[in-house]
Every structure is written in C-alpha cells, then in structure tokens.
C-alpha cells in the first residue's frame, strides 16, 4: 500500500504493518493516538475541512501536494533546513537501508564544537515535523513523505540520488562503467552495482584519489551548488582508457552523470560526501536578534489603547453620519472618492485610516449597502448591537475582522492590470495572503520583550527566518502594510506590541478584553455646561445620553474631550423630534456638573416658544398660524416673494412652493415652522436611521486552527470512518438483475432483521454530495424507505435513505460481541 493510495470504500484494508510486513505512512498514522492526530490536525487545518472519512483518506490528503506546499509555507528556516536534510539523506531511491537515522540527520546539521545547542533545536525541530506528518518513522529511520522529491527537489543544494541519474543512462554505458569501476560488484544490475559503489565512503575516496587537480576544482566548485554544469556533449561515452580532460576524468568514473544533452549533475551522495558530513554551511537554529528600542510597556499599551479608542469613536461618528446621509455606491460597488473624503473629515483623520476603518466596519458586519437600484452605504443592524456592548467588545469586533480579512485597503487609488482604479469597498482588493502577513507581524513582535520595539531591517530578517518559503515582494508589501495598518487601528503603540494583544494572538479574547477594559476610560454620564453656549464631555458618554446631547447640540470639536455646541438650529432638531422645552432643560441639568448659565435657558425657552407657531401643510402647500399679526408679519417681509405667498384667510396664507420648500425658506428666515398633517396635527419626527441588511460573515479562513472540542469531533469521525473501512465484514448478497425492487426488498429485509435482532451493520452509502463511503450503524427502525439508525461514524443517530445504500454486510462479531 502506497502513502497517497486511496481508501477502499468496498472492501477491508487495514493498513497495518503486520509481521514481514513493510510500514506504510498510512500504518503510521493508525498508530497515533488520538492526541497525535489531534496535534496534526491543529497544525495542518486544512487536513480536517471537510472532515476526513478514515485514516486512510487523512493519509492520501496529508500528502497531496497543495496541503504539504501550505505545511511548507509555516516551517522557520532551522525547521526547513532539517527536513531538507531528511529529503536529501532519506530518499527511498538511494541505496539501502531507505531513511536517515536520528543521530545521522544530527551530524549531518551539527558544526564541530557547537556544544549541543543544535542537537537540541534538531530533536525539537523533528517533533514538529513528525507532529505535521511531514516526516514519519520507518522502523528505526525517518523518512519524508514522498511529495517533498517534487516540492524540494534540490534539499540543501544537493543533486538528484545516483540511482536516479545512472537509470537514465544507455545499457551499453551502464555496462562499460560498471566493468571499470566495480567489476566484483555482486549485484544483478549495473545501476544497482554503481549506485552501491557511489553510495560506499570509501568507494568514493578511491575514485576521488585517481582525479587530477583540475578535475578535484571542478568538483569543489559544485560541492556546495547549484549541482549543476554546462558542458558540450554531456551524454559522450567516455571510459577510463580514453578519458583526455579534467571532465571526462569524472564522467569516466560517475562522479558528474550527465541529465541533459548539455548539462552534467553532481550526484547526491557525491555531493553530501564532498561536504564531510556537513549538509549546510551555515546552520541558523535560531532567528537574528532583535534590534531596536526599549519602551516602558505601561506606556506602550496605553498609547496603544488611546488610538484604539480613537478607531471607535471614528467609526462610530461615521456610522451615524451615514445612518442619516449615506453615502452612495458606485456602479462596481464601491465607494466613491468623494464619498471617501467626506468620511475622513466626519473621521477627522486621512484618506488611507479612513480608507482603513471603513473596509474594517464592513469587514465586522456593521456596514452593508441597501438593496435599492441605486444603493448606498448604510450601517446595519448589527451597528446597533455593536453600539451597546462595552468599548473593548466593540474594539475586539473591530480587530478579529481585521486579522481575518483577505482585504488590503491601502491598495484603494492604485490601477488594476485593465488600468480601472480599485475603490474602497470594490472589487481588487483582496489578497488571500494578507489574513496570514498580519498574523505573522504580530507573532513576531509577540516574540520580542514587552515594549520592544524592533528596527525595520531587524524586523525583517527576523521574519525571513521565521517564514522563508513566503518570501517574495508581494508579502514583504503586506507585511509593510500591515504593520502601518496596527498602529493605526490600536494594535501597536510606539512600534511595539500592546500587552492587550497578546493574549488575543494565543486564541483568548476574554484576556484581551479585560486588559484592554483596563486602559480604556469609562463612558461617564455628566458633561459641563459652559457660559458660552457649549457643553464639554470630558470623555466618552454613556450611549443614551451621547444619543440626546447629539439630538440638541452639534459636535463642534473632539480630542481628549468633546466639546457640544447650542444653537437655533440644534435646539429646533430637538423640538422636530418630539422633545420639549421642558425635556431639553431637564435632561441637561440633570447631566450637568455645573449650573446651566441664562443664556442656554433663554436660547430654549425663546425657539421653543416660536417652534410650530406656524405650521406648513399641502396644498400645493399652506401657512396656518392662529396668531395674523404674525401671518402679517410672514407676508409683509419682501424675502418671502420667492414662495409665492397668498393670504386666504385671517390665519391661512397658501404658498406657490411645496411644503418642504416652504419649511426650509421660512426656517432660513428665522422663523420656526412645522408640518402639519390633513387632519392639523403637528408632524414631528427626529431624523431617520436607517439600515441596511445583515453583511453576510466570511467563513472561517483556512489558516484558522479548530477549537479543542472540534478537534476531538474530527478524531472520533476519523476514528469511526477508519473502522468502518478495516472491519472485518460478510457482504449480504443483494441481487442485480431481480425483478424492479427486488434490490431494495433485500436492502430492507436485511435492515429490518438487523434492527429486530438488535446487531449492527455495515452499509456503503452515498451521501446527497455524490461521495460514497462505509458507515457502521445500529438499525432501530425501518419505515417508509428510510431507516433510523445510530451512525458510530458521526456519532449520533441519523435517518438514511435505503435508495442510497450500495451495499451492506455483515460485521463478524468474535466471541464477546463485539468487532475484532
């Protein structure tokens, strides 16, 4: 049985080693216990989505080529270099025995004089690998997954196995080098007999003694790679009579074997042997130290902390700017430049944070476009929720969709290839990469003391070690990217990490939030009402009263406190939206530390005595006002020509104008008019809030390891699924060629003595996706075509279809009941 061989689903396959038997990968991992291939699972996610049906298809996924690419990409340089080294010194097509031993892959990686240090970092780089199931253990030897020869085909610079390039070789030429160089060889086959030879130490130094200098160059200058040179007629059959240059020296005794009609490879043993023991020149088992600045980190998360309350206090004033004058969306649904700019001065703040906090409110499910023709950008319900939950829930929302967007907002303003703009909230700016680019930055600064802060250089080659399969231009731009957008957003302060982040980066956001609570100031019930006509918050308010003070004053300026200004026209919003003299007064002594100066008092007495005095109906629209001498005075002012102004009668006075044209003409005026509806009631209502539909939730990234409890729900279905593919079983015939229904009767005759007698069975069964696998079930009922059985392989009791079972057997039960 193969590592990448698939599962039967119609027959027994055990899998395992018996005795003289060889070990298969797939052997191995039936081995694990259920905390090893819990392990695997959380360090390859992908593995368990969707959820393996046995061992034998968590072995053939563990080894595809696009999960070990992406178990690659998470491996630190040190790691790489050690599996490399299993890759180079445990391929199966170099001589036996197959694999590399422990203390072989230590000595192949460790310096003379290293004191330890490596052989430590070795055995605890091969319990991640053994733990990711990129390596495993044949016997007393590692081995790699088979894979890794096409993802890593030359592991530490190394060239391909001897075997594999004298396999390519004319016979004649096998024949004539293997007469030269082994002709008491006892094996069958002249690639066998020098694959041998060239595999001996000892072998070697011989055929290595019998070069001249030039030759002994040639090869040093390949020792350490690339193993490859360009040569004229590499393929030339050359013996050891006739060999007339330093290159036919080393053709003539297989020390360079040609792979092309122009090229000559070191084989692999040559060059390992040529290094003496040593696979790498340099061997970092640790990243380059940190360099950069110290920070109080008291002080780094408090001025992290500020910026994050900033980033809350930004998109809330959005939002609500938006909940009243959305903002539109554009043809490719987008938003607009325009559009963008007013954000970032309701925000206060640049065109890139406002770019940022606006693809981050989308990205938590606040902000969504209506379902119009012409749609516009308006918060959803979710706003709402978020609105009312404690500031560092909010803010958690916030940076949990932030670290799993594949969204880039930096990249809004730049041209795609078809040279159309990327807008923010539009198309093109996604980037699968960026989720695991923030992650990495912010690991990496976790990794530094508390209120480090690391160089740019530093940072750098400290990530290039960590990662180094993912180095290229595009990540290194999103790590830059990214480390710009964290400061913005609250995650950094001063260049270093703030300690609230931490534990949001180990998967515990409980922590992260009651530290974060620590440092945030507490929304405060009370404000401070000055003589000039403003009040001032001296922190953020309770939601309820920041909700009321907004109704009847206008935000005049923010920062470490906010200041609120009265005026006519906020006092007026008020009074529209159903308040009262009384209720504006009473709400600010109420809520005001110091005494509300005359003037406030005067400005809400005097514009809520004149607030509906007149009143604006439709006809095409109408004064009425139970006071002439004030209609008198409407219709004696010259500015009010433009309204087209008629008097009916002592207290109507029609107007050539709409009645909101009406209302807004008289307002500007000084006057305070109202609506009024057919049956002269006043029509007051404070501005609209509206809403757009729920943002659907991007489904969890790929990247994103599972929880304990789903792990042990993987395991136990892996578990399960295993067992129904390697039980023992009599298949229950089922005729083919019966008459209409006959295979259905004897699918349900066999269900029906299962469930009577209480026994279990074995059913092959394809599910409503098309895939077919084994289950083992206990029936308990059969009705209607369908029968009610407990399914081991899920773990609960399940309805199944009788037209989609393709076959059932028997389980052969040893002698204590149950299934050997």
């Not at 006057?671 to 659907?696: K, Q, Y």
């Amino acid at each position: 049985m193969t590592e990448n061989a698939p599962p039967d689903l119609h027959g027994p396959d055990t899998g395992t080693a018996g005795p003289g038997r060889p070990p298969t990968f797939t052997s191995w991992l039936r081995e694990r216990s259920d905390e090893e291939l819990a392990a695997l699972l959380s360090a390859r996610p992908d593995l368990g989505r969707p959820v393996p049906d046995g061992i034998g298809s968590l072995a053939a996924r563990a080894t595809t080529r696009n999960t070990v690419l992406r178990a690659l990409e998470g491996l630190d340089s040190f790691t790489l270099q050690v599996l490399e080294a299993v890759v180079a010194l445990g391929d199966d097509r170099m001589s036996e025995p197959v694999g590399v031993t422990a203390a072989g892959l230590t000595a192949a990686l460790e310096p003379a004089g290293d004191g330890g240090e490596v052989r430590e970092a070795v055995a605890a780089a091969l319990d991640g690998l053994l733990r990711s199931a990129l390596v495993w253990p044949d016997r007393d030897r590692l081995r790699p997954v088979q894979v890794l020869r096409d993802l890593l085909p030359a592991p530490a610079r190394l060239g391909p196995p001897a075997r594999v390039l004298l396999a390519a070789l004319p016979h004649g030429r096998l024949k004539r080098l293997a007469g030269d160089l082994a002709p008491d060889s006892s094996a069958s086959a002249p690639v066998e007999a020098l694959a041998r030879l060239l595999s001996d130490p000892a072998g070697l130094d011989t055929l290595l003694s019998q070069v001249g200098e030039q030759a002994r160059r040639l090869l040093d200058g390949m020792t350490w790679g690339p193993p490859h040179g360009t040569v004229t007629d590499a393929r030339r059959d050359v013996g050891l009579a006739d060999a007339g240059s330093p290159v036919e020296e080393l053709l003539a005794r297989a020390l360079l074997l040609p792979s092309g009609d122009d090229t000559l490879t070191l084989p692999r043993e040559v060059g390992a042997h040529l290094r003496s023991g040593t696979l790498f020149r340099e061997v970092a088992a640790a990243p380059p130290e940190f360099a950069g600045t110290a920070h109080d980190p008291e002080g780094v998360t408090r001025f992290a902390a500020g910026q994050a309350f900033t980033v809350l206090r930004a998109v809330e004033e959005l939002l609500e700017s938006w909940s009243g004058e959305p903002a539109a969306v554009l043809r490719n649904g987008g938003l607009g430049v325009r559009d963008l700019r007013r954000a970032a001065r309701t925000m206060d703040t640049d065109d890139t944070t406002a770019a940022l906090l606006v693809e981050v409110a989308h990205a938590a499910g606040l902000l969504g476009a209506d379902d119009r023709v012409e749609g516009e950008w308006l918060p959803t319900r979710e706003y709402d929720l978020w609105r009312e939950s404690p500031p560092e829930r909010r803010w958690l929302r916030l940076a949990q969709a932030w670290l799993d967007t594949d969204r880039v907002p930096a990249l809004s303003g730049s041209r795609d290839s078809g040279g159309r703009v990327r807008n923010v909230l539009g198309p093109g700016l996604a980037r699968p990469a960026a989720p695991q680019a923030r992650r990495d930055l912010l690991a990496e600064l976790a990794t530094a003391e508390p209120g480090f802060s690391p160089a740019a250089g530093s940072l750098s080659a400290r990530l290039s070690w960590r990662r180094p399969r993912r180095r290229s231009p595009v990540y290194t731009e999103l790590v830059e990217t990214a480390g710009a957008e964290a400061a913005a957003l609250g995650f950094t302060g001063r260049g270093a990490l703030a300690g609230y982040v931490r534990p949001l980066l180990e998967g515990d956001p409980e922590a992260a939030a009651g530290l974060l609570a620590g440092y945030l100031p507490r929304p405060l019930d009370h404000v401070l009402v000055q003589g000039d006509l403003t009040a001032v918050a001296p922190g953020p308010l309770v939601a309820e009263l920041a909700r009321e003070l907004a109704l009847v004053a206008d935000v005049e300026s923010t920062g470490g406190a906010t200041v609120y200004r009265f005026t006519e026209d906020s006092v007026r919003r008020g009074l529209d939206a159903g308040r009262g003299i009384a209720d504006i007064l009473t709400l600010l002594e109420r809520h005001s530390r110091t005494p509300l100066p005359q003037a406030l008092r005067y400005l809400v007495s005097d514009v809520g005595r004149r607030h509906g005095r007149l009143r604006a109906g439709t006809a095409s629209s109408y004064l009425r006002c139970d006071e002439p001498a004030l209609l008198d005075e409407v219709m004696g002012d010259r500015r009010t020509e433009a309204l087209g102004l008629v008097r009916l009668a002592p207290t109507v006075v029609a107007a050539g104008v709409g009645r909101a044209a009406l209302v807004d003409g008289l307002r500007r005026l000084g006057h305070h008019p109202v609506a009024e509806g057919g049956d002269g009631a006043m029509r007051l209502s404070r501005p609209e809030a509206r809403r757009a539909e729920p943002v659907e939730v991007p489904p969890e990234p790929p990247s994103a390891a599972p929880d304990a409890e789903r792990l042990r729900d993987i395991v136990r279905a892996v578990r399960a699924g295993d067992q129904a593919a390697i039980a023992a079983r009599r298949a229950v015939p089922l005729p083919e060629d019966g008459p209409p229904g006959s295979r259905a009767a004897a699918v349900l005759e066999a269900l029906s003595g299962a469930a009577a007698a209480g026994r279990r069975l074995w059913i092959g069964y394809t599910d409503t996706d098309g895939r077919q696998g084994g289950r083992i079930i206990g029936p308990s009922s059969v009705d209607g075509g369908f029968v009610t059985a407990h399914d081991e392989t899920r773990g609960a009791v399940q309805r199944f279809a009788v037209h989609r079972i393709t076959a059932v057997a028997e389980l052969e039960e040893d002698d204590r009941g149950g299934t050997p």
